[in-house]
């Protein structure tokens, strides 16, 4: 009898790279993941990364594969890649990297030079919306780019995405999925291709159409792997590259959310909350929703920026203490942290968090900052990290009720993946803070396995993605509302929470126009 085929998926986030396994039932059956600096800075604000690095970085992570799993390399019958979004590459004409990706937690800002030209900049001033326009402009690192580095600009031939990129290094073909095109660029979300000709994005960035990869849907073949990279890859033969799409979109679709419905959360680096759509519905007024993983649909999402960073953030900075005692017993921090959150009663005893650690564009505004109220002498430490737990669930919360409003269809289960769904503390207050059932998927490895599935269809392992989806995915442990915490977090959410940013807002205002920061 046959062995059953595998699929390599290639997962480069943020904070690592990983090369998965995955069997037809959605089973991880090897693994093997490679930690990596996620930037690197010139000048404060800045978040860059050499391009050959990522390559480097995959080729590690499958070496790592390798010489952990029983699995052999002559059953993969394909290759699909996932990686984090709106990461920019220059290259020139012989696809060489001109300088370092601009990461996308890059703070950098171009400047804007005069009101959009021709009707668009009339249109956007009668509309009001030409701030808004401008944000978008002073964010779009090809602007900066060529402003501050012409001679770079003047040699780009080909300007990518990191999912572009490694897809060029993987196959040698300009080639990329629709389903990844999440930046500044100029792409239509509602009809999933590059922007048209009249499309006011090419008016306000130098990009033209020449540099950008040619866009294929999901589960669509993007090319065959060079003989470069199954050497890099560990494979023995040339095998079809198939199209995925970003970490956030595949985490979705490895969660199994296909219906709106389904509130998929991600609990990672930025923590979102997202709904598949086969309708184009803004969550913000503006924001458009990204490409999905499945072919055709939307996300809906809403993002805090920050996210789960924040959780990374307190560990650095206050949780020396239990990373020590941990590595002397030998087991994950992760324990210690959730022990911190259990010794903290619901509400944090009147500690609130806003977690806008980072502006927004529109909903919070560019002068966004976090905050923290309610101290007294009766707060710890651990006070402050369920705050912060609680303060993302208050958000995403949020956003989950702006969704609603704009798609007019409720909400009626969540998924929760991400490394912070790893925190049984975290998905028991999520559960209490929505008053919905916190679903956890069978894999922590969502977005490998989103990729996966999109192989699946597109190797012709299953016929289409509802069969897919039925046969890789599923639940793993559900966590319930307790009914006394569901109603103490319903106070907290409604008369305290959704009113901090409409009181902080002329405050933060202020501190901008005083301090200069958040530019």
Not at 15 to 22: C, E, G, H, K
Not at 32 to 50: C, L, M, N, T, V
Request: aromatic share 10%; proline share 7%.
């Amino acid at each position: 009898m046959p062995a059953d085929p595998l699929i390599l998926a290639i997962d480069n986030g943020t904070q690592s790279v990983r090369a998965l396994l995955f069997d037809t039932r959605g089973n991880l059956v090897g693994k093997g993941k490679q930690d990596i600096e996620p930037y690197f800075s010139r000048e404060p604000g800045w978040a860059e990364q050499h391009p050959d690095y990522f390559w480097e970085q995959l080729g590690e992570a499958c070496k790592l594969l390798w010489n952990s799993t029983d699995a052999t390399p002559d059953r993969i019958v394909g290759v699909t890649l996932t990686t984090q979004r709106g990461t920019v590459i220059n290259l020139d004409e012989n696809g060489q990297p001109l300088r370092p990706a601009i990461i996308w937690l890059d703070q950098r800002h171009a400047k804007v030079e005069g009101p959009v030209k021709g009707p668009w900049g009339w249109l956007f001033k009668l509309a009001r919306l030409e701030g808004t326009i401008n944000r978008f402009r002073e964010k779009t690192q090809a602007n900066w780019i060529a402003q501050n580095e012409p001679e770079i600009w003047a040699k780009t031939r080909h300007f990518l995405l990191l999912s572009g990129y490694l897809n060029f290094r993987l196959t040698g073909e300009f080639r990329d999925s629709t389903g990844s095109q999440v930046g500044y660029l100029p792409f239509d979300y509602k009809k999933h291709r590059w922007a048209g000709p009249r499309d006011f994005k090419w008016q306000t960035m130098p990009v033209k159409p020449a540099m950008l990869p040619e866009l294929v849907s999901p589960g669509e073949t993007l090319g065959h792997l060079t003989n470069e990279a199954c050497q890099h890859l560990g494979l023995t033969r040339s095998l079809p590259v198939i199209a995925a799409a970003s970490d956030k979109a595949c985490e979705i679709l490895g969660s199994g959310g296909l219906t709106p419905d389904t509130g998929c959360m991600s609990y990672g680096t930025t923590a979102t909350i997202n709904t598949t759509n086969q309708r184009y519905v803004e969550p913000i007024r503006l924001m458009p929703p990204y490409p999905s993983a499945l072919p055709g649909h939307y996300s809906t999402e809403v993002m805090i920026y920050r996210g789960f960073w924040m959780v990374s953030w307190f560990k650095q900075e206050f949780g020396q203490r239990e990373q020590k005692i941990a590595e002397q017993r030998g087991i994950e921090p992760e324990t210690l942290f959730d022990e911190l959150v259990k010794a903290v009663p619901p509400g944090s005893m009147g500690l609130m968090l806003q977690p806008y650690w980072s502006p927004g564009v529109r909903q919070p505004g560019p002068e966004a900052k976090g905050s923290i109220i309610g101290f007294g002498d009766v707060h710890t430490r651990s006070h402050i990290y369920r705050a912060i737990l609680e303060g993302l669930a208050y958000a995403l919360r949020e956003g989950k009720e702006k969704i609603e409003k704009r798609s007019g269809v409720e909400i009626k289960k969540l998924r929760v993946a991400g490394g912070g769904s790893q925190s049984d503390a975290a998905m028991q207050l999520t559960a209490d803070v929505f008053g919905l059932p916190a679903e956890r998927p069978h894999t922590y490895e969502t977005s490998g396995l989103g990729a996966a599935i999109d192989a699946a269809v597109g190797l012709g392992l299953y016929p289409d993605f509802d069969i897919a989806v039925a046969n890789m995915t599923r639940v793993g442990d559900v966590f319930h509302p307790n009914e006394e915490t569901r109603a103490l977090y319903q106070r907290l959410y409604n008369e305290v929470y959704l009113k901090m940013y409409p009181q902080l807002q002329p405050l933060y205002r202020k501190i901008r126009d005083i301090t200069g920061y958040p530019a």
